[in-house]
């Protein structure tokens, strides 16, 4: 089955910098992988997602880049807020990734 | 906030106990996925259920189950509980071919609610 691979456990970086966080998986034929941003108390909120289709998508502060071949595709937040602080997890088609803490300090 | 909503919030169950939970979608999503989520853990897909039947199924007993009713909404049952099955279960909902642009059989997009915390003693 799907195998999801997520780097790194966790990541503290200070405001402003970016964060980048790495997923890969097993199943060729996975064609679909969002990002999920969950805060403490609360269910999984899409933040993106990309389809096998495109390579890279942006929205805003946030990107991801898809690479097919590599089979690993991976989450950028630019001029990161204290705000941004939860646990982030990938996910392909519906297999989810342990999830990255995300620590952004003031 | 999705428009996802699930009840009851929390509950606390002893071993060998029956639990119902239950998960109203978002408007106009006639699909919903549950799912288990440990601690400190992703969440681990349960099943799926379209129009009233389940529609995939990930790796759990058969003590898990499930239904969807008319207006979509649906519940997840889990008899003969165990310790491990303390989790947050998430329930989230989408829209069959909201995926299409990605390709046949593409997933959907998937809004989650807020979970129901289980803790079995």
């Known amino acids: 089955g799907e195998n999801v691979e997520q780097h790194p456990s966790t990541l503290s970086v200070q405001e402003g910098d970016s964060a980048v966080i790495k997923c890969t998986y097993s199943?060729?034929?996975?064609?679909?992988f969002p990002w999920y941003k969950q805060e403490l108390g609360k269910g999984p909120q899409l933040i993106i997602d990309?389809?096998?289709?495109?390579g890279e998508k942006k929205d805003q502060r946030i990107a991801v880049t898809l690479n097919k071949t590599a089979k690993h595709f991976s989450l950028h937040i630019t001029e990161t807020q204290p705000e941004d602080s939860a646990v982030y997890f990938c996910?392909?088609?519906?297999?989810f990734g342990a999830g990255t803490r995300l620590t952004v300090k003031p | 906030e999705t428009g996802v909503t699930q009840s009851p919030t929390h509950l606390i169950k002893t071993r060998g106990q029956q639990v119902t939970l239950r998960c109203s979608s978002q408007?106009?999503?006639?699909?919903v996925s549950w799912y288990q989520q440990a601690l400190g853990q992703g969440p681990q897909f349960i099943f799926q259920?379209?129009?009233?039947?389940?529609?995939g199924r990930g790796n759990f007993p058969p003590r898990f189950s499930g239904l969807q009713f008319p207006n979509y909404s649906s519940e997840l049952n889990v008899n003969a509980l165990e310790l491990d099955d303390s989790a947050l279960y998430l329930c989230?909902?989408?829209?069959?071919?909201?995926?299409?642009?990605?390709?046949?059989?593409?997933?959907?997009?998937?809004?989650f609610g807020p979970g129901t915390r289980l803790t079995v003693l």
């Open positions: 989230a909902s989408s829209i069959p071919g909201a995926g299409a642009s990605g390709g046949a059989g593409s997933p959907d997009t998937q809004y």
């Open positions: 199943d060729s034929a996975s064609n679909y």
């Open positions: 408007s106009g999503h006639n699909t």
């Open positions: 259920y379209y129009r009233e039947e389940e529609n």
């Open positions: 996910a392909a088609n519906r297999r």
């Open positions: 990309i389809r096998s289709n495109v």
